[in-house]
Each structure stands twice: as structure tokens, then as C-alpha cells.
T-cell receptor, first 113, second 110 residues
Framework: GAGVSQTPSNKVTEKGKYVELRCDPI?????LYWYRQSLGQGPEFLIY????????DSGLPNDRFFAVRPEGSVSTLKIQRTERGDSAVYLC???????????FGPGTRLTVL | KQEVTQIPAALSVPEGENLVLNCSFT??????LQWFRQDPGKGLTSLLL?????REQTSGRLNASLDKSSGRSTLYIAASQPGDSATYLC?????????FGGGTRLMVKP
């Protein structure tokens, strides 16, 4: 079946603007994860959903970041009042259940000017 | 807090060599360990997953080992090819999240 998809693939915005990044997980996967990867570094955890609820949001850097998964499938990562330091690749992953193999999407490259 | 270190940060080898990539971690309370490959500008491709109770996994020319007592994992690549050039990342799964190392950038020269 289809893998994890993310849209848009690239997003350029201005400092202070609001952005939304979308993730479509593999069909039937109950667990969904968001990570952020800066240039030359490994991805860093942001948030984990089990079904519709955020089971662990300990990686969100501050209250400008928020994510939802209202129907337990598609998830949206929302960033308010973007800052230049938010520029990174945002990766989404899904797994069939908790602690199982995670499958990653291609990422959204966010650039804040 | 889990800390994951990958050595070396970069590696350049001639085609055909066998090579070993290293991953060390500080917390052995894990579900599993995954090795990923990342091509420039792309997402992550899962190569191998080793469950906490396992010692190694093999897939084709790749073999990954896990030693929780010493906090180490290795990824062995046999008979390297130019197409193996990529960044290789190890990640420890504590359940709710993966904790990644910084990666090893591998270049295999023809």
C-alpha cells in the first residue's frame, strides 16, 4: 500500500506567519509521530499520537507548536508566529502499534525568512 | 535522558570494502533499535530493526548487532557499492519516541 505522505514538500514563509504541515500515515496505523531535523543532525522527537490523542508531547519546543489528529488518521502540525529558528525539515512517521517499526514520510522543508 | 552517539561522523571508502558503523547509547531500557538510511534531501528508509531481546539482524549485505550491556550497536556493510553512499542513522525506541544519533555520512568511491 501507499507509504506515509506529507504536504507540502516545501514551505517558505515570513517570520511571524502561521503555517500548517500535513501528514497522511499508512492506512490502519494507529501510532503517528512528528520529528524535526536540522541540517546535519539526526531527527528530534516532537509529539506522539496514539489514535486521536497526543500521548506524549514532551518534544514540542514551546507553545507556538501544536498538533492535532482529530479522526485518528491525518495529522496537522501547526506553528504560530514562526521564527527563523523554526527552519528545518519536519518529518512524520507512523507505526501499526506502539513501539513498532516506524515508517517515515519524505518530510516538509520549512524555511522561515 | 537517552543519548545516542555515532562514530565516525563521516567515512569514505573504496568500492568493495567491508565496513562497520558504530552506535553507542546510554540507556538500555529500550523496546528496539532501528538503523535507517537517508539520502540527501529525502526521508528515512528503515534498514533493520533489532528487538531488545535479539542480538542481531541480517538483510542482504547488511548485518546489525545489539549489545545492551555495553550500550552498543554496529551496522556491518559487506562488499560496499557506490549506491550505498548515504547517511546512516541509528535510533533507539523507548516506546513513545525514537532517539536518533547524529548519523554517519558514508561515501563509497567507484
Amino acid at each position: 500500500g501507499a507509504g506515509v505522505s506529507q504536504t507540502p514538500s516545501n514551505k517558505v514563509t515570513e517570520k511571524g506567519k502561521y503555517v500548517e504541515l500535513r501528514c497522511d500515515p499508512i492506512s490502519g496505523h494507529t501510532a503517528l509521530y512528528w520529528y524535526r531535523q536540522s541540517l546535519g543532525q539526526g531527527p528530534e522527537f516532537l509529539i506522539y499520537f496514539q489514535g486521536t490523542g497526543a500521548a506524549d508531547d514532551s518534544g514540542l519546543p514551546n507553545d507556538r507548536f501544536f498538533a492535532v489528529r482529530p479522526e485518528g488518521s491525518v495529522s496537522t502540525l501547526k506553528i504560530q508566529r514562526t521564527e527563523r529558528g523554526d527552519s528545518a525539515v519536519y518529518l512524520c512517521a507512523s507505526s501499526s502499534r506502539h513501539a513498532d517499526t516506524q515508517y517515515f514520510g519524505p518530510g516538509t522543508r520549512l524555511t522561515v525568512l | 535522558k537517552q543519548e545516542v552517539t555515532q562514530i565516525p561522523a563521516a567515512l569514505s571508502v573504496p568500492e568493495g570494502e567491508n565496513l562497520v558503523l558504530n552506535c553507542s547509547f546510554t540507556d538500555s531500557a529500550i523496546y528496539n533499535l532501528q538503523w535507517f538510511r537517508q539520502d540527501p534531501g529525502k526521508g528515512l528508509t528503515s534498514l533493520l530493526l533489532i528487538q531488545s531481546s535479539q542480538r542481531e539482524q541480517t538483510s542482504g549485505r547488511l548485518n546489525a548487532s545489539l549489545d545492551k550491556s555495553s550500550g552498543r550497536s554496529t551496522l556491518y556493510i559487506a562488499a560496499s557499492q557506490p549506491g550505498d553512499s548515504a547517511t546512516y542513522l541509528c535510533a533507539l525506541n523507548a516506546g513513545n519516541m525514537l532517539t536518533f544519533g547524529g548519523g554517519t555520512r558514508l561515501m563509497v568511491k567507484p
